[in-house]
């Protein structure tokens, strides 16, 4: 039983920091892209960032490039996402998902296994 499970979330004044961390596990994950989407409330999901299996090469939203890094452990199954300059609009449940592949995609859809979701605040 695959499994992604996100940690790390909570509640953090604006320009401050925060960082994410998903386990993954229940198969061996290699070949496989990682990634961060969030929902903020009364908005649809949105792709924060996401890093492949080999090359680690990352991609970012525009909204969070520059502020969140993203790194991925292949020996641990574990992907991070550190946050900084934290704005209130970074508000949201974020996730932690998995798509077989290198190619990354912004579309949910395509992404196969999701966790359950760590809710970030950042207060004004």
């Known amino acids: 039983q695959v499994q992604l499970v996100e940690s790390g979330g909570g509640l953090v004044q604006a320009g401050g920091s925060l960082r994410l961390s998903c386990a993954a596990s229940?198969?061996?994950?290699?070949?496989?892209?990682m990634g961060w989407f969030r929902q903020a409330p009364g908005k649809e999901r949105e792709f924060v960032a996401a890093?492949?299996?080999?090359?680690?090469?990352?991609y970012y939203a525009d909204s969070v490039k520059d502020r969140f890094t993203i790194s991925r452990d292949n020996a641990k199954n574990t992907v991070n996402l550190q946050m900084e300059s934290l704005k209130p609009e970074d508000t949201a449940v974020y996730y932690c998902?998995?798509?077989?592949?290198?190619?990354?995609?912004?579309?949910?859809?395509?992404?196969?296994?999701w966790g359950q979701g760590t809710q970030v605040t950042v207060s004004s």
């Open positions: 229940g198969r061996t994950f290699s070949g496989y892209a």
């Open positions: 998902a998995a798509k077989q592949g290198t190619i990354v995609v912004e579309n949910e859809r395509l992404w196969e296994y």
């Open positions: 890093i492949t299996w080999s090359l680690a090469t990352t």
